[in-house]
């Protein structure tokens, strides 16, 4: 029943987060149990505590290996279906074309945690993670993301200021942001981002 069912649901080199399994008509006991037999007889890998996934077969390497970053983003920042967190800070800078660094510390804001930071490890990934302002979903995930980053933008920038306001305004103007989203968010928004937003003309980009 289990082995179908992860089958169906997640499929090759997904992460499985034990946690979150919940099968109709078994107990969190056995599917604890069902998942260990699985692991012995080889259909499943045990990635790190909790997490799991079914490896496939490689001709090269005997069997494919877990990415970390597809563990962060299944466990941070979004699944199949829903999106409850996002990437911050200097992996978005990177993103945007603010900065040719990369960070050794990737930080993500999330609806799943609840202190204010903590860093942990995730394979060989140091994740700094940190609960979101508001709730984060599909509708507003990309809008905190930048608010974010419009606030961190002096922090990050290997730029001039006009060109980092260019490159700002273009993705607005990019992702189509509306007025009535930017209203949705105001509880998200700090003094010095909203001063940012008018000093730099980015508010008049947001359409009615």
Same mark, same amino acid.
């Given at each position: 029943?289990? *082995?179908?069912?992860?089958?169906?649901?997640?499929?090759?080199?997904?992460?499985? @987060?034990?946690?979150?399994?919940?099968? =109709?008509?078994?107990?969190?006991? %056995?599917?604890?149990?069902?998942?260990?037999?699985?692991?012995?007889?080889? @259909? &499943?890998?045990?990635?790190?505590?909790?997490?799991?996934?079914?490896?496939?077969?490689?001709?090269? #390497?005997?069997?494919?290996?877990?990415?970390?970053?597809?563990?962060?983003?299944?466990?941070?920042?979004?699944?199949?279906?829903?999106?409850?967190?996002?990437?911050?800070?200097?992996? @978005?800078?990177?993103?945007?074309?603010?900065?040719?660094?990369?960070?050794?510390?990737? /930080?993500?804001?999330?609806?799943?945690?609840?202190?204010?930071?903590?860093?942990?490890? $995730?394979?060989? /990934?140091?994740?700094?993670?940190?609960? %979101?302002?508001?709730? $984060?979903?599909?509708?507003? %995930?990309? +809008?905190?993301? &930048?608010?974010?980053?419009?606030? =961190?933008?002096?922090?990050?920038?290997?730029?001039?200021?006009?060109?980092?306001?260019?490159?700002?305004?273009?993705?607005?103007?990019?992702?189509? @942001?509306?007025?009535?989203? +930017?209203?949705?968010?105001?509880?998200? #928004?700090?003094?010095?981002?909203? *001063?940012?937003?008018?000093?730099?003309?980015?508010?008049? /980009?947001?359409?009615?």
């Amino acid at each position: 029943m289990l *082995k179908t069912y992860l089958m169906e649901n997640y499929g090759y080199n997904e992460p499985i @987060f034990l946690n979150d399994l919940t099968i =109709q008509g078994l107990s969190e006991n %056995a599917v604890r149990q069902a998942v260990k037999r699985l692991v012995a007889n080889g @259909f &499943l890998e045990r990635y790190d505590n909790g997490i799991y996934y079914i490896p496939k077969r490689d001709g090269l #390497l005997g069997k494919s290996y877990l990415d970390p970053s597809l563990v962060i983003m299944r466990k941070y920042i979004q699944s199949k279906s829903e999106i409850y967190g996002y990437v911050t800070g200097e992996s @978005f800078a990177n993103q945007l074309g603010l900065t040719t660094q990369m960070p050794a510390v990737i /930080e993500v804001v999330t609806n799943r945690e609840a202190t204010n930071g903590r860093t942990i490890t $995730v394979g060989s /990934e140091r994740v700094r993670i940190k609960k %979101a302002p508001i709730m $984060v979903s599909d509708s507003n %995930a990309d +809008l905190l993301q &930048l608010l974010d980053s419009i606030g =961190q933008a002096e922090k990050y920038t290997e730029l001039s200021i006009h060109e980092t306001i260019d490159i700002l305004i273009s993705y607005v103007r990019k992702k189509c @942001f509306t007025k009535d989203q +930017l209203s949705e968010v105001i509880p998200a #928004l700090t003094g010095a981002t909203a *001063k940012k937003l008018i000093e730099w003309g980015m508010i008049y /980009e947001f359409a009615s």
